[in-house]
């Protein structure tokens, strides 16, 4: 077929008419106008409902000149505390699709963290054993902290050494970053094997926005660059010494943007330093974050990697690593760490994003996005350039005490299922599904060589003077409540539950019958529905109901304060009502969408005696 033949696939459609999309969005919209329709992020950036050059949108000069580069780099993190058990699924993934592997080295035992759910500490015949056999091309050891004594460790071994004295500090360690970074300077200079990290993973676990870890990477980036050259690397050699890190998650076009925007910063930064073309010397890794993991129906983590994933290769990360669905849980089994892997091979060789240069290109959404995010990052870098730089401010908790505030204002938005966490704070199941487990190991074994490294080091003797970074994951307060009532099925041999009694028609009692059994679940308590009855307070009588959840239709509204009054005096002592509700009604507790539901879980498990049973704390 001629070329000519070939028509663009826009040409098929009608050219958009945005007054008819903006007079269907005002009659969807009511009586709050188009503003209902836009929301904003913890950054206070606003999200239109639409983007389009005839709304006053035009696609800003946004897009860095580096990124994209094809095949990204497809790096799989280990931290597993046995060395044999490490190489062995360091073999299996670079033998399965996987470019790199990553192994997180670094003192975390002396924070008081287990190693499964923390990090190793190897000495030199555990680093032999985890290395033997391993192509060191492809292999990067991420150590944070005492970089120079793991390199003189391993003086014939041609891996990649990845330090962070700051974020070390950020994460708890009691080292002196000033003095860290130093010792990894003096080290670079004659081991081009090392590289610094201006890492966000710190920030993003600790509940921060997008611009706040921007700032926060940039910020020690900018540092981490002074240093290097002060140390008498050129700054084209310095920028490529550095490498910067980004979490990414389920919450897609930001954490595109976030990639986008942090390149794009960077490059401009190296361009105001005098390098005529940055592009190549700003090399980005992205891992799917932590914090939106969760343990009940851990499998649905997959689906948050993979949107997480999309968004890194889509933004133009070089390379990714994307967490197995099952870390949350335990140390990822070998079916987590396959799915890990495959997430991206199918990203690159099915759904070809390998093959597209910039696949965000053109989005004006997504042009104003980065723009946005850009621009409240770099007033957030100029204040923390204005407390001294990186550490400085880190050191008076500058960027911290603003990560604080949002992790508040995101754990509100947790509570009221504003912001809602499928298949734990919405959609929730009750049964159990958890994944297959892991290889067993000696955990005993490895638990006391580690620290007897961490005592021949000396770790914990100086103190950094940084505030840490806390590191949550936000189904944890989630993930309470059903430990607690799940402990409580194990003990009694049955779920709590509540009864649920709807009146009104069938028709349309299903949501919101289907709406209250979702929020009990939520708390791992399970509905008991009770059956259709002419007198609903002599059934409940019959039962010995004392705690009671009335979903009323519109139908029966004018029954309820009636029904009300009929169920206290069969006995009813905790009466709780959802739906149509009229004023006056006297129910002890009114549910509907908005409500605190940790609040309303803590009170219901007081009120049934689900008791924390010793594992019922353990996040």
């Not at 597209?356 to 004006?364: H, I, K, M, T, Y």
């Not at 500058?398 to 919405?426: F, K, M, N």
């Not at 487990?437 to 490895?446: G, Q, R």
């Not at 399970?526 to 307070?537: K, N």
Request: aromatic letters at 4%.
């Amino acid at each position: 077929m001629e070329a000519s033949a070939f028509e663009p696939l826009a040409s098929i459609f009608a050219p958009a008419d945005v007054d008819a999309w903006r007079k269907a969005a005002l009659k969807a919209a009511g009586a709050g106008g188009l503003e209902r329709l836009i929301r904003r992020t913890l950054d206070g950036i606003a999200i239109e409902p639409l983007y389009a050059p005839p709304l006053g949108n035009t696609v800003p000069d946004v897009a860095p000149a580096g990124g994209w580069p094809g095949a990204w780099t497809i790096a799989q993190a280990h931290r597993h505390p046995d060395p044999a058990l490490a190489n062995r699924a360091i073999r299996d993934d670079l033998a399965n699709g996987a470019d790199a592997a990553l192994v997180r080295l670094d003192c975390a035992l002396a924070r008081g963290r287990s190693l499964p759910d923390g990090v190793l500490a190897y000495d030199r015949p555990a680093l032999v054993r985890l290395l033997e056999g391993l192509p060191e091309p492809a292999l990067f050891l991420e150590c944070r902290e005492r970089a120079r004594e793991l390199a003189a460790l391993l003086p014939e071994a041609g891996v990649c050494i990845l330090a962070d004295p700051l974020g070390a500090a950020l994460e708890g360690a009691a080292i002196e970053p000033e003095a860290e970074l130093r010792d990894t300077l003096a080290a670079m200079r004659r081991d081009p094997r090392l590289r610094l990290l201006a890492d966000g993973r710190p920030w993003h676990a600790a509940g921060a926005s997008e611009a706040q870890e921007l700032a926060g990477v940039l910020a020690t980036w900018l540092h981490y660059l002074r240093a290097l050259e002060g140390a008498g690397l050129a700054l084209e050699e310095a920028a490529a010494r550095l490498e910067l890190v980004f979490a990414v998650d389920d919450d897609l076009f930001p954490s595109l943007a976030k990639i986008r925007a942090g390149r794009l910063l960077a490059e401009r930064i190296l361009s105001a330093a005098g390098i005529a073309d940055p592009a190549g010397l700003v090399r980005i890794r992205a891992e799917t974050g932590e914090r939106m993991l969760a343990k009940p129906d851990p499998w649905v983590n997959i689906l948050r990697t993979t949107v997480a994933a999309f968004a890194a290769v889509a933004g133009g990360a070089d390379a990714l690593t994307v967490t197995p669905f099952d870390r949350p849980l335990q140390e990822p089994s070998p079916l987590g760490r396959r799915l890990a892997r495959n997430v991206q091979l199918v990203l690159r060789e099915e759904a070809g994003t390998g093959r597209v240069r910039d696949p965000a290109a053109g989005s004006w959404y997504v042009a104003h996005l980065t723009r946005a995010l850009a621009e409240a990052a770099f007033d957030r870098l100029r204040r923390i350039e204005e407390a001294g730089g990186a550490i400085a401010a880190a050191r008076a908790g500058v960027l911290q005490r603003e990560v604080a505030q949002t992790r508040a204002r995101r754990a509100r938005l947790l509570a009221t299922r504003a912001l809602e966490l499928t298949g734990v704070s919405a959609f929730p199941t009750l049964e159990e599904r958890a994944p297959p487990p892991p290889e067993p190991f000696d955990l005993a074994a490895s638990l006391a060589a580690a620290r007897a490294v961490l005592a021949d080091r000396g770790t914990g003797s100086r103190a950094s003077g940084i505030e840490p970074l806390p590191a949550i994951r936000l189904a944890e307060p989630f993930e309470r409540l059903r430990a607690r009532s799940d402990a409580a099925t194990r003990a009694t041999g049955a779920r709590p539950s509540l009864p649920v009694l709807g009146i009104g028609r069938a028709g349309e009692l299903h949501d919101l019958l289907t709406w209250v059994e979702n929020l009990l679940a939520v708390g791992g308590i399970a509905a008991e529905r009770l059956p259709a009855a002419e007198e609903p307070a002599d059934l409940v009588r019959a039962r010995g109901v004392r705690s009671l959840i009335v979903c009323a239709g519109e139908s029966a509204a004018a029954r309820v304060p009636g029904l009300v009054a009929a169920l206290r005096a069969a006995g009813v002592a905790r009466l709780r009502l959802a739906g149509a509700v009229p004023e006056g009604a006297e129910g002890d507790e009114r549910l509907a969408p908005g409500m605190d539901v940790l609040a309303f879980h803590e009170a219901l498990h007081r009120e049934l005696g689900i008791v924390d049973r010793g594992e019922g704390e353990r996040s």
